[in-house]
């Protein structure tokens, strides 16, 4: 068997470090800041990224993909409904046909596999890093405030940590049911919220497909934060309108970055 390379401890810790500062630095000033590493939020991103744009994803937790991994009632199966099948045809995920129009696949599968191609379409995700705030100009969001997500759980005396920003002239929330950029320009009475409506699957996904797109000059709604915005009924655990509501997203910010 043939031996690794002999590396000492401290290059290792130089080359982690040194690289996540030269990406940091990098990307406090990119195109397009996406907040939340959930399918809409992945898909839009991929999209973005395609089309040569700089996209960096802030997520909050150690992983990504949010309820896309664990499918429905933690049983690892999700199902996605025609014509969000397309999207598992272009990631190489196998699915099975259930129903007309419905499929079922592997939820692991199909959440790596989008994450994968998010990356290599060049998008860039700073996970363990929470939204603390917005930057506003003019009457217009262009940034978001960030910080490490581990100093939410410490006490406030110790977690006194002051964030620091990242610049982007469009924004997207894809953090989902908590709609958490969203609620940062509620708090400052420049939008209202309608809360998110009961399940209903058919109207739902429809509904948050149309409703996709700007909600505030530089914010872009995606996924089930749309839903919170709009008051729209939610739809469970099925994925077809979170693939494509993330695609509509991708549109819009690549209209308004020209």
């Given amino acids: 068997m043939e031996k690794f390379s002999p590396v000492s401890e401290k290059v290792i810790t130089r080359a982690i470090v040194s690289e996540f500062a030269e990406e940091f630095n990098e ?12 399918p809409s939020g992945l898909v839009a991103g991929r999209d973005i990224a395609k089309a040569g744009k700089k996209v960096a994803i802030i997520e909050r937790n150690n992983y990504l993909g949010g309820g896309f991994w664990s499918g429905g009632y933690l049983m690892p199966k999700v199902t996605v409904r025609h014509p969000g099948e397309k999207l598992l045809d272009e990631i190489g995920v196998p699915y099975k046909s259930v129903a007309e129009g419905l499929v079922v696949c592997n939820a692991p599968h199909a959440c790596a596999s989008l994450i994968a191609h998010a990356c290599a379409a060049g998008v860039h995700i700073f996970n363990m890093t929470m939204l603390e705030d917005i930057v506003i100009k003019e009457d217009r969001v262009c940034g978001a405030v960030v910080n490490w997500s581990p100093i939410a759980s410490l006490p406030r005396q110790i977690a006194a940590l002051d964030p620091v920003v990242m610049e982007a002239p469009v924004v997207i929330d894809a953090t989902g049911h908590d709609a958490t950029v969203v609620k940062k320009l509620e708090q400052r009475h420049l939008i209202e919220t309608k809360g998110e409506g009961a399940l209903w699957i058919d109207k739902s996904e429809d509904l948050i497909v149309e409703y996709t797109g700007e909600a505030y000059p530089g914010l872009i709604v995606t996924g089930m934060a749309v839903g ?31």
């Avoid at 990307?27 to 959930?38: F, Q, S």
């Fill in 27 to 38: 990307y406090a000033e990119c195109d397009c800041i996406i907040v939340g590493a959930g």
């Fill in 228 to 258: 919170t915005v709009y008051g729209l009924p939610r739809m469970g655990p099925t994925f077809g309108s979170m693939f494509v509501s993330g695609e509509v997203a991708a549109k819009v910010a690549l209209e308004k970055l020209g």
